[in-house]
T-cell receptor, first 112, second 114 residues
């Protein structure tokens, strides 16, 4: 079974802090994704990566950056956290083109 | 027009009945279609995928794809209270650059009444 592990289940940070969310997958998948999910807005893609050191912007990249130094690990960085970034963050991975994405358990992030 | 559309519900179905969830998509060239189940406060879980026209069955679940009409459905037979969740439809949209991306619908909230 695919295992996608997110480093924290719940996280509380303060406005202006730099926040790191980590995601690791154990299936040698090429593609990794970061989404946020908010009530009424559904899943929104922030960034994705199709190879080591490669990244592409999703639909809502503003205020975020990502890093993929190793194939199994994909990090989401909130450069200067703001209250409107309070959300559920979901990491996913997939292999190849048009293959299903497998999600981690999510990180519920609160910015105070 | 949204690229992937679902009725947000809530859809209420009595226990033991068939629940029918529908999803339409705008890109006629789309190739891959997925259904995810998401319990409240949890992450989405893949339950079905379908690539070819017709029906695909897995236990109590059947995915139906009609590319000519641009819709994909999920049928849940013998519905159980544990099936109560939000169901997300996801589509690999062919015209979007970045071939790995899926587009998700907003989800349909399903409630199975005992």
């Amino acid at each position: 079974d695919v295992k996608v592990t997110q480093s924290s289940r719940y996280l509380v940070k303060r406005t202006g802090e730099k926040v790191f969310l980590e995601c690791v997958q154990d299936m040698d998948h090429e593609n990794m994704f970061w989404y946020r999910q908010d009530p009424g807005l559904g899943l929104r893609l922030i960034y994705f990566s199709y190879d080591v050191k490669m990244k592409e912007k999703g639909d809502i990249p503003e205020g975020y950056s990502v890093s993929r130094e190793k194939k199994e690990r994909f990090s989401l960085i909130l450069e200067s956290a703001s209250t409107n970034q309070t959300s559920m963050y979901l990491c996913a991975s997939s292999n190849g083109n048009g293959q299903p994405q497998h999600f981690g358990d999510g990180t519920r992030l609160s910015i105070l | 027009q949204k690229e992937v559309e679902q009725n947000s519900g809530p859809l209420s179905v009595p226990e033991g009945a068939i629940a029918s969830l529908n999803c339409t998509y705008s890109d006629r060239g789309s190739q891959s279609f997925f259904w995810y189940r998401q319990y409240s406060g949890k992450s989405p879980e893949l339950i079905m995928f379908i690539y070819s026209n017709g029906d695909k069955e897995d236990g109590r679940f059947t995915a139906q794809l009609n590319k000519a009409s641009q819709y994909v459905s999920l049928l849940i037979r013998d519905s159980q209270p544990s099936d109560s969740a939000t169901y997300l439809c996801a589509v690999k949209i062919s015209r979007i650059q970045g071939a790995q991306k899926l587009v998700f619908g907003q989800g349909t909230r399903l409630t199975i009444n005992p």
